[in-house]
């Protein structure tokens, strides 16, 4: 999914969905393998209760069948964002069998902000009725058509 | 009977226990040839025991030696088994820290057979992120 990155840099969550996002393995040099290990998730800063973050599976998106760890990001709140001097939550995630194992998701440069769907632009229109009339100080000399 | 010793083996660790055994054997079957052949000479001293007093004397000669032979087979028949228990537990402690070597070095080989499957660090997937709806929560914020 393409993901709205807010003027602030931060990732947007959309107060009424849930976010899934899978957990990639990676091994010594970088490449993808799988782990069995338990992973647990927590959200950080000073907006972490604004935004819980749950593991769950979700199917692989590498194609290969079966499922991969993924955590579930809800919004707890309407808006925590920089409109209302909110926002810029973390996430952290814990091997909880090699719990010196954790990944900051603020080392990826990754904040997250919610934001209220009602208030932010989806599309555009005219507003006819509300149109306001000026006289045009340089009239074209064109004939037309 | 005739005893015809077999090739000792070459000596090490592992077939020690088996060479000290065969010379135990050997000797063992040579004290067996001894005590027949005491009991042959028995035989033919009673035989022949009235012909001549150096026979009589003889007879009497025998069953001491039979008694110091039979003596000498018991112990060292106490004296192999002792042998074969002591090599047999020091081949069992040599064995054991072979094994527990060969066993590191597998397990080390292993290792290094996984390494490429080891995952050492995860990370968020953001591209492959999904979404579904939920109710809008009723706290304003932020």
Known sequence: MAWQILADGNYAVANNNTYTIPIQFHNASGGLVTDPDTLAAATTGAHAASMSATMTTTPDPSGGGGTVPAVMLAALVIESDAGNGGGGIGLTITDTTNPSVVEDSASMGVLFDIVNPALVATGLSLDIPGVVVAANPSPPTAAGP | ?142
């Open chain 2, 1 to 142: 009977m005739a005893i015809v010793p077999g090739p000792l083996q070459p000596i090490n660790i592992i077939n020690f226990g088996g060479y000290v055994q065969q010379i135990l054997d050997n000797t063992n079957s040579l004290l067996q040839d001894a005590q027949l052949t005491l009991s042959q000479l028995n035989n033919l001293v009673v035989v022949n025991n009235e012909q001549t007093v150096a026979q009589n004397d003889l007879l009497g000669l025998v069953p001491p030696l039979q008694a110091a032979v039979n003596q000498l087979i018991a112990d060292v028949t106490q004296t192999v088994q002792l042998l074969v228990a002591a090599i047999a537990a020091l081949g069992d402690v040599a064995t054991q820290q072979l094994q527990q070597q060969e066993l590191q070095l597998l397990q080390q080989i292993l290792q290094l057979l996984q390494e490429p499957l080891v995952a050492k660090t995860f990370g968020l997937d953001l591209r492959d992120a999904t979404t579904k709806p939920q109710p809008t929560p009723k706290i304003p914020g932020p």
